[in-house]
């Protein structure tokens, strides 16, 4: 996994936490949006994933282990 695609699993749990905790609290509407945020950012890493999956397959390049 590259960084880009950690970096924006990382925004999908942080979105998800803020929804967890402003929906424990009360905030109905600021978890909704957070929820809906979580979501959005998850599924985009899930697709820039596996472009970059493909990518690496089309190329052929095998990775370097020590």
Do not use: D, H, Y
Not at 4 to 32: C, K, N, P, R, Y
């Amino acid at each position: 996994m590259t960084s880009m695609e950690s970096g924006m699993f990382g925004w999908a749990i942080t979105f998800l936490v803020i929804a967890l905790i402003a929906a424990v609290l009360g905030f109905g509407g600021i978890a909704g949006v957070a929820i809906e945020l979580a979501k959005i950012v998850f599924f985009v890493a899930i697709v820039l994933f596996l472009i970059a999956a493909v990518v690496g397959l089309f190329r052929g390049r095998t990775p370097n282990v020590p």
